[in-house]
């Protein structure tokens, strides 16, 4: 049986503390009291056991007793850069690509993306989603999760980041080749999503200068979080049974 997990941005001392959104969780929801014993993770490699020593809904002081720093494994990585959609949509979005076990999100203003007010709180929220995703699925490492670019800052960035990564667009188009029918070997991948009204030419041609290869989902239409999602589903798949197989 595995003990409650809980996100600590700090691990090395002996004694820790967990406040705001996690003690509350701890004490308020889980119910543990002093004594239980809990997991802890920072997000990059380090998980802990620890014991209670003392907890209310606001803090809760704990003691480690194990700790274990774990290398961030040498494997491809999974990138989606997608149409930056409203509210929710991305929200749900980056909760469900943590589990699946994407590497980085990278939300990206097309031409024909809907416009959206600024909010400066937004890049804190969807790290507040990404941990309580990695504590549900138990993963290690989180996802970096960027602030909303232009798809031109975004190619930049990845290219120099990703120099040897394959990108895929997807694509309405039936001529397109399947996403299944790819073969990837030991190749980051950048999967860029476009907005719903579709992406103008201009971007295509930007996107085709970039050696971008524009593949197709499904028969269907899709919605930008369920693009984003089938993407994310098939390439870390794919991925994750190609290490197995070694």
């Given at each position: ?47 802990a ?24 494994p ?23 690509c ?95 999503i ?6 103008t ?17 499904t ?28």
């Amino acid at each position: 049986m595995h003990l409650n997990r809980f996100y600590c941005e700090r691990l090395e001392e002996p004694d820790v503390e967990l406040a705001g959104g996690e003690a509350h969780h701890l004490y308020n929801v889980c119910r543990l009291k002093v004594g239980n014993k809990v997991e802890l993770f920072d997000g990059a490699g380090t998980l802990a056991t620890a014991v209670i020593e003392k907890a209310t809904s606001k803090s809760v002081l704990l003691k480690i007793v194990d700790l274990e720093r774990i290398e961030r494994p040498d494997k491809p990585e999974v990138i989606i850069a997608v149409s930056y959609p409203k509210g929710e949509r991305f929200d749900w979005l980056t909760g469900k690509c943590t589990e699946l076990g994407v590497d980085r999100i990278v939300p990206v203003i097309f031409e024909r993306t809907v416009k959206q007010p600024r909010n400066p709180k937004a890049a804190e929220r969807w790290r507040n989603i990404a941990i309580a995703a990695a504590k549900q699925c138990r993963r290690i490492f989180l996802p970096q999760i960027d602030i909303p670019v232009t798809l031109s800052e975004a190619l930049s960035a990845l290219k120099e980041q990703y120099d040897k990564a394959e990108i895929l667009v997807g694509s309405p188009e039936s001529k397109s080749p399947a996403l299944i029918t790819q073969r990837f070997d030991a190749k980051d991948v950048i999967a860029i999503i476009g907005p719903e009204g579709g992406i103008t030419e201009n971007e295509k041609a930007l996107l085709e200068s970039y050696r971008a290869k524009f593949v197709r989902l499904t028969s269907t239409v899709l919605r930008i979080e369920t693009a984003a999602l089938a993407f994310a589903a098939v390439l870390t798949a794919t991925r994750d049974n190609r290490l197995e197989e070694k």
